[in-house]
């Protein structure tokens, strides 16, 4: 079945340690986004990409990085994770940018030791 | 500024009874409103959308009903059942396509 795919489901890093999360699809989409979703709170999008095109919201922190090396992959980098960023990271595809349906990934729950 | 603003931020509703989730937008050029449903430990699912040319969709027992003017839009769960508690979120989507969320509702539906 066509799907999103998020590695790890749950990740445990250390104040300070870079982290990766990596997200594959299979659905062949265009668009790819990073989501940051605290506890009982909404998803808050991070950056998008379209194809190789990157887009960053303007108030994602700059510890925050991401890559898009295919169509398929794309990775959150964090470089030094504080303890603020423990969080459900959501990765997300569309077909285009139109406001088409976005699929989420099951999620990465990051804990900050 | 919040640009989706939800309510209620909680509801409880007994097994059977309606459900109504409201939310209302500020940005005019909004185009496409959806609605997703995520369950603890998952990843929100579209549950249903509407574009703003049309004032109401249904898919079997949920229904959007949407007031252009008033710029506001609404879910309908109708025969409420226990499965149906989740989270609900409501957004906003403008081109290019970034979605804007709402706080989200938790509904529980009580047996």
């Known amino acids: 079945d066509a799907m999103v795919i998020q590695n790890p489901r749950y990740q445990v890093t250390q104040f300070g340690k870079p982290v990766t999360l990596s997200c594959s699809q299979t659905l062949n989409h265009n668009v790819m986004y990073w989501y940051q979703q605290k506890s009982s709170q909404a998803p808050k999008l991070l950056f998008h990409y379209y194809d190789k095109d990157f887009n960053n919201e303007a108030d994602t922190p700059d510890n925050f990085q991401s890559r898009r090396p295919n169509t398929s992959f794309c990775f959150l980098d964090i470089r030094s994770p504080g303890l603020g960023d423990a969080a459900m990271y959501l990765c997300a595809t569309s077909r285009d940018v139109s406001g088409d349906e976005q699929f989420f990934g099951p999620g990465t729950r990051l804990t900050v030791l | ?39 603890p430990g998952k990843g929100p699912a579209l549950l249903i959308a509407i574009r703003p040319d049309v004032s109401e969709k249904k898919e079997g027992r949920f229904t959007i009903s949407f007031n252009k003017s008033a710029k506001q839009f609404s879910l309908h769960i109708m025969d409420s059942q226990p499965g149906d508690s989740a989270t609900y979120f409501c957004a906003a989507s403008l081109l290019p396509g970034k979605s804007t969320f709402g706080d989200g509702t938790t509904l529980t539906v009580k047996p």
């Not at chain 2, 919040?2 to 509703?13: A, R, T």
């Not at chain 2, 409201?22 to 609605?35: K, M, R």
């Open chain 2, 1 to 39: 500024q919040q640009q989706v603003k939800q309510s209620p931020q909680s509801l409880i509703v007994q097994k059977g009874g309606i459900s109504i989730i409201n939310c209302a937008y500020e940005n005019t050029a909004f185009d496409y409103f959806p609605w997703y449903q995520q369950f």
